[in-house]
């Protein structure tokens, strides 16, 4: 079993900057990927950004030169970097760790982002 802790998000003005971290406990060698998908209200859940344990990413469309997920982190740490923020992008933001082991999906509980003037 894999626990996912999510911190950072509120409220900031369009063009600002964000920074989310989510924190893996429990089986943490079984992740595969850990990245953030996000919700936005009558929308379906969508792939943000992801990072592989091999470091590959892959980040949507809408975020590329934006968002970026930092190289750095600890193995067990998903930070996301959100600069030039703008309204499209509020929403529930949630971090996701994936295990190729049976293909298992766990979920943070999700961190409100609100991007308005």
């Known amino acids: 079993q894999v626990q996912l802790v999510e911190s950072g998000g509120g409220l900031v003005k369009p063009g600002g900057s964000l920074r989310l971290s989510c924190k893996a406990s429990?089986?943490?060698?079984?992740?595969?990927?850990m990245g953030w998908y996000r919700q936005a209200p009558g929308t379906q859940r969508e792939l943000v950004a992801e990072?592989?344990?091999?470091?590959?990413?892959v980040y949507a469309d809408s975020v590329k030169g934006r968002f970026i997920i930092p190289r750095d982190g600890a193995r067990n740490t998903r930070v996301l970097q959100m600069n030039n923020l703008k309204s499209e992008d509020t929403g529930v933001y949630y971090c996701?760790?994936?295990?190729?082991?049976?293909?298992?999906?766990?979920w943070g509980q999700g961190i409100q982002v609100t991007v308005s003037s």
């Open positions: 990072m592989t344990t091999d470091g590959a990413t």
């Open positions: 996701r760790a994936h295990s190729s082991l049976g293909e298992r999906n766990w």
């Open positions: 429990g089986h943490i060698s079984s992740i595969d990927a």
